[in-house]
């Protein structure tokens, strides 16, 4: 065989055994590719669940996309999101978020919590604000599509709530506007008056300075019905830009959907009509530049994303660059005549018909890319096909020779690629061992160390510098490393704690231990290791790992400084308050507990809002701190009360003027928001050890007396004594009574008849409340009863047994008359009495006449809305009204002239001041207004003949009094029943 030949076949054979090389290392890479790949490692986390919780419903045009931003991240990260709406673009109104509010309470207590809460548009947010404390307590609030930045800016400020505010790009919009339209001298602008409404009508009046050539105005929706407004609309003309912000609902309440309120506009209007929000466009709208819901959606998700990640919500802050886009109808550019170049660049334009060409322009081009790299391949494989044709007749020359050649190497092959596979196993291992160490090493931010004890070197594997905040080489002297890198003391600590464990005195060595440098440089390290020994048995090298710990030392501390202080205020909580003052009583020390009360802190958190009061606590808290001293701790209780330890006082008068001093701080106004708030304060103060020396009972007693000072009229301070401890008894036994009362039947009713002066007759009773076996007067036990709160329930027993009463006395045959009842302020909670007198007397058939409600003057000034609310539920329940002890309290004539009673009952002091001398004229003056005013009168408190004379030659309509009869059990009432009592009183 010729030389050149076998050179030829040993170099082609040579190929081959490549080829199988390679392709058996491709094998492998692809084997361990799919067994060992990523997905090898992934392991399940639990799945997380967020509640969206939208203004609107899922019609409204904004929604959808907002959805769909929130989805394109949730389910690539198997989150599950779930949606509940509000629905106030169409529903507006307080009933309708109340029942949102309770069927969403309902929900929430009934599922598994969420792990974190998305908000859409205003309302929504308002929502989560008013209910966060309840719904949401700690659970991570991120909101998008806010068009109220002050709304935006206090919920961002909360440490669980952060979002991303909406700017309709209404000033991008208005200059488009006028590049269309240069003519423009005017700009109008449609609104509403729902909570997205006013934020875009905010932002839209501020643009006026920017637009100093152009008149603004607004088309207010509620001023119109919709017919009044497309009238107005017509009247636009050229000089005019129409924008369109919001438009539901008119003033008649009618509600219009997005896309016909779209259509409508453009049917009224002959000028373009332009919009700076989503929606509208291809419906009547040209369009505008547009805020890009979707894109809110998905950094809204992203948020979310991060904080269930690990990211407090404290630290990201409000995202204030809003996404848009510029989007025309492009039919509506034609119809108005705008060139097409004004339109923008990057602007989507829907309506527009494309040039076959420009259709198919992408297709064209990869088609015809497509064809030439066919042909390109064709023309290689025919090139391909002729070589190979030339090399197979060589190599069919050949290969009878090769064939034995192959065979020896066959056998050499298998040996080869056994020993091949072993070492690709064990490089296989050792690299995946060394990336198992290193993603260890970097994810836990530590570094591995070696000190060898006979040179007293250390070596680092992994990044310690990164860890340690230096640039140091990882192969130094023990000693160097720790005189660079560990404070003095610190160092000192290590040596220790290492010659401990050398000494057999610990199992290993475990310390933290904090590096040189200022307080911001400062990190914490945990040094962990133990050793090893050498065959004579002492320790050789030390092994161990470097730990970065700061965040864990921090965290550590934010842990313990929570535990011992109020979230809201910072000042020291219960916990911290009990420690100090268990010290003081400890020691044997004197000084003073005060418990401190803001007077009327409800009602600025009802009229103000939680947010102001939480704001308003915080600057209380400041003042307070302000004038705190070292005999001074200042501590949160709770709510509105702060405690306050007077320590190292032995002295009255050193205790009042701290007391003092506290009472003057709050001479000035607290400003919060451009708002001065005047706030007093009531405060009880109990001495130690003269009052006690158990922590709870001075607090108790504290507390005692500042309910005294509340009930004496706040604003002021008390000391504890022993009297109110007897107060406070006796309020609890009387409690105790009254609560025996209703478990046993223990209440009964006496009845006081009201007389009519025209026919003597018996024109009604009022019902009165006492206790069987009992001597305890109403004037002792109802404001108990106010007090804690079960005049509510002693109220409905009340109504319960005279509505019984009236059927008994039927049942004997006596005529149903009306029978009056008491009613107290504090029954206004009950917010279901009128309904349960309505079914009561519906159960027993009887009418609703002859049940006459009394109120006070004074429940006038509980809640105006409220009470005119619930005297109107009386009205239109048929019940009548009466308004009781009339010109003792603060109600003004004009009172009566709103309010729907139907009876005014003069007090007795009323008729015992003017039933004498020339002063009648008064007494005739009151019954001749009330007759004027369609009104009954009755006088109360009459004992005497001759005053029942005067009155009735007053035209008084009734008399109450023991001039007639005193309160009488039912049955004596039924002896009297029909008596006419003006010739014959009862004996």
């Known amino acids: 065989m010729p030389n050149h030949e076998l050179s030829y076949r040993s170099n082609l054979l040579k190929s081959a055994k490549a080829v199988i090389h390679v392709s058996v290392l491709l094998i492998w890479m692809f084997a361990t590719g799919i067994l060992f790949g990523p997905t090898f490692f992934v392991c399940a986390e639990d799945e997380k669940s967020v509640l969206f919780i939208s203004s609107y419903s899922e019609s409204f045009v904004s929604v959808p996309d907002q959805i769909t931003g929130i989805r394109s991240v949730f389910d690539e990260q198997k989150i599950k999101l779930e949606i509940e709406y509000m629905d106030t673009k169409r529903l507006d109104t307080p009933e309708n978020k109340e029942v949102f509010y309770q069927s969403l309470k309902f929900k929430l207590a009934q599922l598994p919590p969420y792990d974190a809460v998305i908000v859409g548009d205003d309302n929504a947010l308002q929502f989560a604000l008013d209910h966060q404390a309840e719904l949401f307590s700690q659970i991570p609030i991120v909101f998008l599509g806010v068009n109220d930045e002050t709304r935006a800016r206090q919920a961002a400020a909360d440490p669980y709530i952060t979002g991303i505010i909406e700017r309709i790009s209404i000033k991008e919009t208005l200059e488009i506007a006028r590049v269309f339209n240069p003519r423009a001298t005017k700009v109008v602008g449609i609104a509403d008056e729902t909570l997205t409404g006013q934020g875009n009508r905010q932002q839209f009046k501020s643009l006026r300075q920017s637009f100093p050539e152009l008149t603004f105005s607004t088309l207010n929706t509620p001023n119109y019905s919709f017919d009044e407004l497309g009238t107005e609309l017509e009247k636009l003309g050229d000089d005019t830009i129409l924008l369109f912000l919001d438009m539901n609902p008119d003033k008649t309440g009618a509600y219009m959907e997005f896309e016909k309120a779209a259509a409508f506009l453009n049917q009224h209007t002959q000028i373009p009509v332009y919009r700076a929000s989503v929606g509208g466009v291809g419906y009547g709208l040209i369009g505008g530049k547009m805020v890009d819901y979707q894109a809110l959606g998905k950094t809204a998700a992203e948020l979310v994303s991060d904080i269930l990640a690990g990211t407090p919500v404290a630290s990201i802050p409000m995202v204030e660059e809003t996404p848009y886009f510029y989007i025309f109808d492009y039919e509506l550019i034609k119809h108005y005549q705008i060139p097409d170049h004004l339109i923008p660049t990057d602007a989507v334009l829907i309506n527009k ?92 931010n530590s570094a591995v160390w070696e000190v060898d004890l006979t040179s007293k070197t250390v070596s680092f ?61 400062q990190k914490w390290l945990l040094i962990r290791g133990k050793g090893i020994k050498s065959a004579d048995g002492n320790f050789c090298k030390l092994h161990g790992i470097l730990l970065d710990n700061t965040k864990f030392k921090l965290q550590e501390e934010q842990i313990r400084h929570l535990a011992r202080h109020d979230f809201l205020t910072q000042l020291p ?23 401190l009360d803001i007077d009327n802190f409800k009602s600025i958190n009802d009229t103000l809002g939680h947010l102001f ?76 050890p003269y009052d006690s020396s158990a922590m709870d009972q001075l607090i108790m007693n504290a507390d005692t007396a500042m309910y005294e000072v509340k009930n004496r009229g706040k604003n002021h301070y008390m000391y504890y004594h022993q009297e109110l401890k007897k107060a406070m008894s006796r309020k609890i036994e009387i409690e105790a009574m009254l609560r025996a009362a209703l478990k046993s039947d223990g209440f009964k009713l006496v009845y006081q008849p009201q007389v009519d002066l025209d026919s003597g007759q018996i024109s009604g009773f009022e019902a009165l409340l006492r206790i069987k076996e009992s001597r305890l007067g109403p004037d002792q036990f109802i404001p108990v009863a106010e007090e804690t709160g079960l005049i509510s329930e002693i109220g409905r027993w009340v109504i319960r047994e005279a509505v019984a009463q009236i059927v008994r006395w039927r049942n004997q045959g006596l005529a149903e008359k009306p029978v009056a009842i008491n009613f107290s302020n504090r029954q206004l909670r009950d917010k279901e009495y009128v309904g349960y007198i309505t079914t009561l007397l519906h159960q027993h058939h009887v009418a609703p006449r002859f049940i006459e409600i009394e109120i006070t003057e004074s429940i006038l000034l509980e809640n105006d809305d409220q009470t005119r609310q619930f005297l109107k539920a009386l009205k239109d329940a048929g019940l009548a009204v009466a308004l009781d002890d009339f010109g003792t309290g603060y109600s003004s004539l004009n009172c009566l002239t709103y309010l729907p009673v139907n009876k005014i009952k003069l007090d007795k002091s009323i008729s015992e001041q003017f039933l004498q001398g020339n002063r009648i004229k008064v007494i005739e003056s009151l019954i001749l207004l009330a007759h004027s005013l369609n009104l009954k009168i009755m006088a109360e408190g009459i004992e005497e003949w001759d005053k029942v004379a005067v009155l009735k030659n007053s035209d008084c309509d009734g008399i109450q009094g023991y001039v007639f009869s005193k309160p009488l059990e039912p049955a004596e009432i039924a002896v009297i029943y029909n008596y006419n009592l003006l010739t014959k009183p009862p004996q």
């Open 353 to 444: 018909t494309e040039h076959p060409l420009d259709k198919y322009r992408n297709l064209i081009w990869a088609t015809a890319i497509i064809v030439s790299f066919l042909t390109l391949v064709t023309l290689l494989l025919i090139y391909d096909n002729l070589k190979r044709r030339s090399i197979q007749k060589a190599l069919v020359a050949s290969n009878a020779k090769l064939t034995a050649t192959y065979k020896e190497l066959e056998t050499v092959e298998g040996t080869l690629r056994r020993q091949y596979e072993v070492m690709a196993e064990h490089d296989r291992e050792v690299g995946e061992l060394n990336q198992k160490f290193e993603l260890a090493i970097e994810g836990t």
């Open 461 to 521: 594997a992994g990044d310690c510098s990164r860890i340690i905040n230096r640039i140091l080489s990882n192969h130094c002297h023990v000693h160097y490393w720790m005189d660079v890198v560990l404070e003095a003391s610190h160092r000192e600590r290590l040596i220790t704690e290492v010659s401990n464990y050398l000494l057999g005195k610990s199992a290993q060595i475990n310390i933290q231990v904090l590096t040189a440098g200022d307080d911001t440089q």
């Open 573 to 595: 909580n219960r916990m911290s308050f009990l420690v100090q003052l268990e010290k003081e009583l400890a020691a044997g020390h004197t000084g003073a507990v005060l418990l």
């Open 613 to 688: 009061g939480d704001q308003l606590l915080k600057l209380i808290a400041c003042r307070l701190q302000s004038i705190a001293d070292e005999n001074m701790m200042v501590g949160r209780l709770g709510g509105d009360e702060f405690l306050i330890l007077i320590t190292n006082k032995c002295h009255q008068a050193d205790i009042e003027a701290y007391a003092n001093k506290i009472l003057s701080a709050f001479d000035e106004a607290f400003r919060l928001d451009s708002r001065e708030v005047f706030v007093s304060i009531s405060m009880g103060i109990s001495c130690y």
